[in-house]
């Protein structure tokens, strides 16, 4: 990739699009620390940071966090692209849209827009209520001041529908003028900026200062809790930190080089031109192959599927819903139904994908055009259906592969990581007179889990939009490099 990019930096054109993407990531992480009048987002991670709107905050980059002025990020944009495309399928006047061209693709995305700013109102004035409803406004936002509630109110709505048009544009100017997709990179950005904070957490973890271990808090109330003291629980801890951060490390590695496998791996046809005689010239007679990649889908059901599983807890929690409800624990992250419904959609999102970026009709005509037709297999339909089986055993390889990547970290918290951590930790913890036996060992064991777990769905992001983005970068490098008839 690194070779790739030099190459690429060398031609002035590509050099220009990669200097106009980074300029927009740069505007874009401008505006992630722009921050919203009459808010106090300061207590933010105290309130959300075991809930959905904590995973909501890695993919807008931590604006949510600190409720600045990108607070809702592309969200709204990706909701509005995943509704319009669907309508494209569902409706007749947007599937004729479609098949247009580039002025029906003008009017799907003025559409969009429209769509965007409508979910930017109702998310945001959802997110206005939920600062409102624990505390993260000043005084006279509240009504308990000057008395202008409506005005602040207005504002902070406004500031943050802006800033989601905003980003629109920016991704848009990333698809129009830049390389690669506006959606994918900013995600991309966003997640690759939560990794310095997520560094130092670790490092914070297994440091020792002055003897006490810095957790974060003093764990001088919690000393009387360690069977062995408090020497014993620092080193304890200090052991435990360093074996999960070199196994998340290694877990992570892993995943990555299996996702770039798995992600180049492709299932190829064997195709067979006919020989033809056109003057006095004869073509055809060789032997080709049409290759189907296994993640042929790319990056996009992965968030999608994220996007929508994660809408019912958001609008919930805006909403002012117990997070002790059952309805509420049903569709949070840490409930059977949310991995299950992820697992589902983004198979779903895989296959609606693949039908409305292959055809494999249109490849089998184009195939007959050229006198070209697959070993045994009559052309015309029987080849189209024969490439559609292909296809579908293909596509669902790749969507499994997508699925599990993105629900096994989910998983694998509840099922193994808290029961393992418990059990290592167990032995080393009595009741005393702070608190008890279970509750001091159930603070520990959430603080490892919560420190050392990674989402399977941004690590799929971030891959799979270098992957991208290297390709595109590829082709362009092919395409100004192809030498013609007369150079």
């Known amino acids: 990739m690194l070779q790739t990019l030099r190459n690429a930096w060398k031609i002035k054109e590509i050099r220009n699009k990669l200097l106009f993407v980074i300029m927009i990531l740069v505007l874009y992480r401008i505006g992630t620390v722009i921050p919203v ?106 009504g308990k001041g000057a008395g202008w ?47 310095p904070s997520f560094v130092m957490k670790m490092y914070q973890l297994i440091k020792t200062a002055t003897g006490n271990l810095d957790m974060g808090a003093s764990t001088a109330g919690f000393a009387a809790n360690y069977t062995g003291g408090e020497g014993t629980s620092i080193g304890l801890y200090v052991t435990l930190a360093i074996f999960f951060a070199v196994l998340i490390l290694f877990v992570v590695l892993a995943m990555t080089v299996f996702s770039i496998f798995v992600t180049g791996s492709e299932r190829k046809i064997k195709i067979q031109y006919a020989k033809r005689v056109v003057g006095r010239k004869m073509y055809g007679g060789q032997n080709s192959e049409l290759p189907l990649k296994l993640n042929m889908s790319g990056v996009m059901p992965v968030i999608f599927a994220s996007s929508i599983v994660s809408l019912p807890a958001t609008i919930m929690m805006m909403l002012g819903t117990s997070q002790t409800s059952g309805v509420y624990k049903f569709f949070s992250p840490n409930g059977w139904f949310y991995p299950l419904l992820l697992f589902v959609l983004i198979i779903a999102f895989a296959y609606f994908y693949i039908q409305i970026s292959f055809n494999p009709v249109e490849v089998s005509n184009n195939l007959k055009k050229n006198g070209g037709m697959i070993p045994g297999i009559r052309q015309g339909r029987p080849t189209a259906e024969f490439i559609s089986k292909i296809l579908s055993k293909v596509t669902l390889m790749g969507a499994l592969f997508l699925s599990i990547v993105a629900v096994l970290p989910i998983i694998a918290q509840p099922l193994v990581i808290s029961p393992v951590i418990e059990a290592l930790l167990d032995p080393f913890f009595k009741a005393s007179s702070y608190v008890t036996k279970d509750a001091a060992l159930a603070s520990a064991v959430n603080y490892f889990a919560s420190t050392f777990t990674f989402g399977g769905t941004s690590l799929l992001i971030v891959i799979g939009v270098a992957i991208e983005t290297e390709r595109e970068l590829e082709a362009q490098l092919t395409m100004r490099n192809y030498k013609g008839f007369l150079s």
């Open 149 to 195: 509630t409506f005005f602040y109110g207005l504002v902070i709505v406004t500031c943050f529908c802006a800033g989601a048009a905003i980003v629109m544009w920016l991704a848009e100017k990333i698809n129009e003028s830049g390389i690669g997709n506006g959606i994918s990179l900013i995600l991309f950005v966003n997640i690759i900026a939560a990794a």
């Open 37 to 142: 009048p009459f808010v106090d987002s300061s207590n933010f991670d105290a309130q959300f940071g075991d809930t959905i709107l904590a995973f909501m905050d890695t993919l807008s980059g931590g604006a949510l966090g600190t409720a600045t002025l990108f607070a809702l990020g592309i969200s709204p944009y990706i909701t509005a692209s995943i509704v319009m495309q669907l309508l494209t399928v569902a409706l007749p006047y947007y599937e004729r849209l479609a098949k247009l061209g580039e002025e029906g693709k003008k009017i799907i995305n003025r559409h969009t827009r429209v769509a965007t700013v409508i979910l930017a109102i109702i998310t945001g004035f959802g997110y206005y209520m939920l600062l409102k409803r624990n505390g993260m406004l000043i005084a006279s936002a509240t």
